[in-house]
């Protein structure tokens, strides 16, 4: 066996994460790694890299028990991770090169003189490999979209002797057609005997990809069997412990009024662009990365110029300088980058779920009504069940998928009119994912409109009542009822796009 955990344990103080995880992972295999938000996957993958110390029990590789004192001890045995929070390891001011190399540059370029050429030139060719020509790779880190920078970061896993790969929820970022190379990629590493760890919620991926599936439930494996041998209702059924009947709880909410009316909006890298959104209805918004949907809510929501056209909510016209603009219009705006502008990393569970609502809270003196906040914020974090251990930890003590609820909960409080969501479901686990569709049905029968922007077709076709297409900055096609599919959906954003 490449891997094998025996009766691994890890809690953090009171929190028994781990309890006892035992699975073995061979050689050119895929092992999908799933549960629910905070059954602790991703502090598996960090014991198993050396980023945690288990309390208890051993990680055996290839037959030798191994304490990695950090990840740099797990590298050198051919053990890489991309993290779920993979930007944490990337350093924006270096080039693509430099951080594909950071690690063993001097080794391989040169102690004293790098040279800076065949570097460029290796890490050109790892991107070729991945299919990911397109990256220039003396472009600066942060100048690229999420999706590139998590190429990157696989193209340093690949980069050198790779013996066992943790991918934790690798597609997050990833669209359709991205996601596609990244499956090859996996195969294609899978077939020249690499170990794979997948860590992910979606089904449709796991089921296409794995060779085997363990879920962890309660710190424990709740189920450890051959994709083969199983099917999605009941690997649903492991993971939260009882059958799951209905994922799109999708309620008929839209009503004839128009709340949200764009014209001839033109930004960035969007033209032309007319919408009706009208209450109660969600409208989806499919297309590829890059064709301009995201920047088309972010101009929406005053966080990129709108160029030009014109902008109204319920018949009144809007201004949209700024994210305050947004605020007053009633308008608010779930972010698919809760890492860069979604959470403040430095602030409490709580502080960050009511940082929009401050102001309803706040009572003469400009002091903060605690705990009204208090109520508010704990009402709501129920409701979406955010699992945390108390309203005052450290929001990046959150597990993925909570963080997601939390930044999903900051914006519910709000009382908006209308929603901007890009992403909204993005590594949150199948219970809570119907969590949030069931708020979204709350928020549209109370005549919120909603776009939805999702490259979770199953989740856009479901959710939405209509939806456009986007293709290089322009609608290129609606549809609803019947029309509607994910085929179609495809169809329209890939068309000239291959
Ligand atoms: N450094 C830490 N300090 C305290 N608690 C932590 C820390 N890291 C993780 N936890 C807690 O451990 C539990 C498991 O978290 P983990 O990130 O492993 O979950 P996960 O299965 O990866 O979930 P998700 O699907 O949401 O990514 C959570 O309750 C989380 O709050
Ligand atoms: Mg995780």
């Known amino acids: 066996m490449r891997l094998r955990l ?30 629910e938000n905070g059954a602790g ?12 110390q288990p309390d208890a029990g051993q990680v055996v590789i290839d037959g030798e028990p191994v304490t990695f004192k950090n990840p740099q001890g797990a590298m050198a045995r051919g053990i890489e991770v991309i993290y779920q ?49 397109g990256i220039d790779v003396l472009a600066p880190v942060g100048t690229l979209g999420v999706a590139e920078q998590q190429m990157v970061e696989i ?32 195969r294609r590493l899978r077939d020249e005997g690499v170990s794979i760890v997948y860590i992910s919620h979606r089904l449709d991926e796991i089921f296409e990809l794995a060779d085997r599936i363990v879920v962890l439930r309660d710190g424990l494996v709740a189920l450890d069997t051959p994709i ?37 909006g033109s930004g960035t890298v969007f033209q032309g662009v007319d919408l009706d959104v009208r209450a109660g209805e969600v409208l989806g918004i499919g297309g590829v990365v890059g064709c301009g949907r995201s920047s088309l809510l972010r101009a929406l929501f005053g966080l990129e110029p709108l160029a030009s ?64 906040e208090r109520e508010a914020t704990g009402e709501v974090m129920s409701r979406l069940r955010v699992r945390t251990a108390s309203p005052e930890s450290a929001v990046t003590s959150l597990s993925g ?50 776009v939805l922007v999702s490259s979770d077709l199953p989740e ?9 297409v986007m293709r290089q900055g322009r609608l290129v096609a609606e549809m609803a009822g019947d029309q509607l599919s994910e085929q179609s959906v495809l169809e329209h954003a890939l068309v000239g796009a291959a």
């Open 85 to 133: 929070e993979f930007r944490q390891n990337l350093f924006p001011h270096l080039s693509v090169a430099e951080n594909i190399h950071v690690l063993d540059r001097e080794r391989r370029f040169g102690r004293l003189l790098v040279s800076r050429k065949r570097m460029a030139e290796e890490a050109r060719s790892t991107l070729a490999a991945l299919g990911m020509d």
């Open 460 to 468: 856009l076709v479901a959710m939405s009542d209509r939806a456009v």
């Open 309 to 372: 056209g014109t902008v109204e909510v319920d018949g009144a016209p809007v201004r949209l300088r700024n994210i305050r603009d947004a605020i007053a219009a009633r308008i608010a705006y779930v972010t698919p980058d809760r890492q860069a502008e979604g959470l403040c990393p430095d602030l409490s569970v709580e502080a960050n779920v009511s940082l929009a609502t401050l102001r309803m809270h706040t009572g003469p003196g400009d002091l903060v009504r605690r705990t009204r």
């Open 228 to 264: 083969a041998e199983t099917g999605p209702a009941q690997v649903v059924a492991a993971m939260v412990g009882n059958a799951v009947d209905d994922f799109y709880p999708k309620e008929r909410n839209a009503r004839e009024e128009v709340v949200l009316r764009v014209r001839g």
């Open 6 to 35: 025996q009766d691994v344990t890890k809690s953090f103080g009171e929190n028994s994460v781990l309890r006892g995880v035992t699975f073995e992972v061979g050689p050119g295999e895929v092992v999908a790694l799933a549960g």
């Open 401 to 450: 998928g909570n963080q997601q609820k939390a930044l999903f909960a900051k914006w519910v409080l709000t009382g908006p009119r209308v929603l901007l969501m890009d992403e909204p479901t993005r590594g949150v686990d199948v219970g809570a994912k119907t969590e949030i569709y069931r708020i979204i049905n709350q928020l549209t029968a109370d005549g919120v409109a909603v």
């Open 155 to 186: 193209a340093k896993a690949t980069s050198h002797e790779l013996r066992l790969l943790i991918l934790d929820e690798p597609t997050a970022a990833l669209d359709e057609r991205e996601s596609e190379q990244l499956f090859e990629q996996v």
């Open 41 to 52: 996957k991703s502090t598996l993958t960090r014991v198993i890299s050396g980023a945690h």
